[in-house]
Nanobody, 124 residues
C-alpha cells in the first residue's frame, strides 16, 4: 500500500501563493492517480485535483481552475499542488490520497491511503 505525507501548508494573505507537497512511498505503481482534497470547517471534504501517472490525465474542480496547478516529480516520488491567487474561501485542511482506477469525478470513497492533512489558512 502507498503511504502519503502532506506538507507545505501555512498562513498566507489573500492573493498569495503556497505550494503543497505530497510525498509518496510504497507501491505507487498499484495506483492510477494521486489527488488532492480539502475540507473547510463545517463542510464536506471535496476533491479539487488529481494527476494520473498512468495516462497523464489531470482534473481540476471548477473553483480552482486557472489558479491551482498539479504536478509530479517522479525522481522524488512527490506530487505538488501549486496554489496561486489564494482566496479566504480556500482556507481548509488539504489532504492527498490515491486511487487505483480511472474515475470521472473525484469521490472521496474511491480514494485510499489518506495523508494526515496540512492546514492552509488564507487571511489578512
Amino acid at each position: 500500500q502507498v503511504q502519503l505525507v502532506e506538507s507545505g501548508g501555512g498562513l498566507v494573505q489573500p492573493g498569495g501563493s503556497l505550494r503543497l507537497s505530497c510525498a509518496a512511498s510504497g507501491f505507487t505503481s498499484d495506483y492510477y492517480a494521486i489527488g488532492w482534497f480539502r475540507q473547510a470547517p463545517g463542510k464536506k471534504r471535496e476533491g479539487i485535483s488529481y494527476l494520473s501517472h498512468v495516462d497523464g490525465s489531470v482534473y481540476y474542480e471548477d473553483s480552482v481552475k486557472g489558479r491551482f496547478t498539479i504536478s509530479r516529480d517522479y525522481s522524488k516520488g512527490t506530487v505538488y499542488l501549486q496554489m496561486n491567487s489564494l482566496k479566504p474561501e480556500d482556507t481548509a485542511v488539504y489532504y492527498c490520497a490515491a486511487v487505483k482506477y480511472q474515475i470521472p469525478i473525484m469521490v472521496e470513497s474511491d480514494f485510499e491511503s489518506w495523508g494526515q492533512g496540512t492546514q492552509v489558512t488564507v487571511s489578512s
